[in-house]
């Protein structure tokens, strides 16, 4: 589910309904704030769409930190793209996934999985294929960069928010895998207006 904030100062406004989400509005501080959560359209995402979803964030990032990256050309390359960072020349391959488990984490496969005369072939990334999942999940607009150290079987579960039980032994929390920590970057881009 995504969900839109959008301001509106000093304006009342009537919200009759809406056709593909639920619109909440309420004021705050002498504003008007509406509230608009809308499901993403499944039928029209495929599996190469959501992949792509998650390079292009994945690449956006890169170079928000000023890393160079380097993208693979075609679609049969153990790696999606290559990122300089820590000294060396980093394999990275993208996974994304769609929706949430739950509130509080999400689950991605870290396999590829292609067909062959009609029988579902998966492939687990060695390290020395992949030194890096860039993860993303859509619902929760996460970004991280996991790192390939061979013990990642078929899938991850990401957590971003504390469990129930407020485990923490063995999980894999979203803030240790930012961008920013795993490859000792800060954001070196600030955006400005034009004109």
Request: glycine share 6%; charged share 20%.
């Amino acid at each position: 589910m995504v969900v839109f904030w959008v301001h509106i100062p000093k304006i009342q406004i009537r919200i009759l309904g809406a056709q593909r989400g639920r619109i909440a509005t309420g004021k705050l501080e002498g504003a008007l704030y509406i509230i608009f959560t809308y499901k993403l359209n499944l039928n029209i995402l495929n599996t190469k769409s959501i992949g792509n979803i998650g390079e292009a964030k994945t690449i956006s990032k890169f170079v928000e930190l000023d890393i160079p990256v380097y993208i693979s050309f075609g679609d049969n390359e153990r790696c999606d793209m290559v990122a300089e960072f820590n000294g060396k020349l980093n394999k990275i391959q993208c996974k994304t996934s769609l929706m949430m488990r739950d509130s509080g984490s999400f689950m991605v496969r870290t396999v590829s999985k292609n067909r062959k005369n009609g029988n579902n072939i998966y492939h687990i990334y060695s390290v020395k294929e992949v030194d890096y999942f860039a993860i993303y999940n859509i619902e929760s607009d996460t970004l991280i960069l996991f790192p390939n150290t061979g013990a990642i079987k078929s899938s991850l579960i990401i957590r971003v928010a504390p469990s129930k039980n407020n485990q923490s032994s063995g999980v894999n929390f979203n803030l240790d895998y930012t961008f920013e920590k795993i490859t000792n970057s800060k954001s070196q881009r600030t955006c400005s207006s034009v004109g």
